[in-house]
């Protein structure tokens, strides 16, 4: 009874390629969430989507781009892969006005070659 | 903007010693304050949160941790620790507001625990 899973778990492509991550969530929360984490375990938060809108984007290059076809879904595209993408990509859901708490997925772990 | 910062890097312990892990927060407003967990290959799961009351809160597997707001501090505590509390720990903070509700993590503190 998986809460938020992300598909695939392990993704392997050459630099330049384009790529796509895609995350569900079935609990029923309105905001979604992509982090990085690098390879020192640093985790840091990408895009935040409520409802369908975008309400965080961080500092992060236009060659990532989130996209949010309904609330129970978060997808991440990266075109022009490059070596630094490398890490791994965590989906997380909550409920924003409720509660603060975020629900992890189980990472993409992302290997840029 | 909010910042955490958690001063132990790694933590060596042996089974059955008492554990605190720092947690320092940067942030002139209301927050809420996470720790989680990520066992070696798995994803984040939740020790427990402050979001407001008793400032001591208590989670799971025997964790607890403290918000001293005069020191912007949370640390985590076990009181004995086991084998499988091997993991990387992160403390994390947002600010309660509206539309602001990203998570801000600390760099995470690698646990290891000798039988």
């Known amino acids: 009874d998986t809460a938020v899973s992300q598909t695939p778990k392990y993704l392997v492509t050459q630099m330049g390629n384009d790529k796509s991550i895609k995350c569900e969530q079935n609990?029923?929360?309105?905001?979604m969430y992509w982090y990085k984490q690098d390879s020192k375990k640093f985790l840091k938060i990408m895009f935040s989507?409520?409802?369908?809108?975008?309400?965080i984007n961080e500092t992060v290059p236009n060659r990532f781009s989130p996209k949010s076809p309904d609330k129970a879904h978060l997808n991440l595209h990266i075109n022009s892969l490059e070596l630094g993408d490398s890490a791994v990509y965590f989906c997380?859901?909550?409920?924003?006005?409720?509660?603060?708490?975020?629900?992890f997925g189980p990472g993409t772990r992302l290997t840029v070659l | 903007a909010q910042s955490v910062s958690q001063h132990n890097h790694h933590v060596i312990l042996s089974e059955a010693a008492s554990l605190e892990l720092g947690c320092n927060y940067s942030?002139?407003?209301?927050?809420?304050l996470f720790w989680y967990v990520q066992y070696p290959g798995q994803h984040l799961q939740l020790l427990l949160k402050?979001?407001?009351?008793?400032?001591l809160v208590k989670g799971i597997k025997g964790f607890e941790a403290e918000f001293i707001k005069s020191k912007f501090s949370f640390n985590l505590r076990k009181p004995s620790v086991q084998w499988s509390d091997t993991a990387e720990y992160f403390c994390?903070?947002?600010?309660?507001?509206?539309?602001?509700?990203?998570?801000?993590f600390g760099t995470g503190t690698r646990l290891t625990i000798i039988p």
């Open positions: 402050y979001f407001s009351g008793d400032p």
């Open positions: 989507y409520n409802n369908k809108e975008l309400i």
């Open positions: 997380a859901s909550s409920h924003l006005t409720r509660s603060n708490e975020q629900f």
């Open positions: 994390a903070v947002n600010a309660q507001n509206f539309g602001n509700e990203k998570l801000t």
């Open positions: 942030y002139g407003g209301t927050v809420n």
């Open positions: 609990l029923g929360h309105d905001t």
